[in-house]
């Protein structure tokens, strides 16, 4: 059957962000969809937002598309242009390769809750215009190279 349950998908707000990156998206849990349905070109995660909660570091991708469907809630999209507001039914999408940073943060006092959805090369990698810090598929960098010690999470 194509419906997921997603209660019985387990639920995290794991990351692999290095300190002091990693405080910023505490209030993030998220579910793993695509492991669960059996995908295996795309992966997809039912993500809520906490209050005060960002959904990652502002990054772009160069390999990788994104899509993000708002399903609940509300959260201010910040990007290179600026910001704005995404309510429910609200899709946002960001091609491989192009260097607009972007990221959601829920500066309301209920959580928010949306499906994003990726596709592309597992070689990925980004920046993450607003700190010192890329990523490849080995894990996270400085700016100058220089590994930290912390893997990205499938």
Known sequence: MPKLDLDAIPQTNATGYPAPFDAEVQGRWYRRLAPVAGLTRMGASHVTL????????RHWHRLEDELLVMLD????LIEDEGETVIRPGDVLAWAAGVENGHRLH??????????AISAGDDDDSGEYPDIDMVFDAEGYARKDGTRYPTKRLP
């Open 73 to 76: 809630g509300e959260a201010v």
């Open 50 to 57: 906490e209050p005060g909660a960002y959904s990652s570091q």
């Open 106 to 115: 829920n500066r309301t006092d209920q959580p928010c809750i949306f499906v």
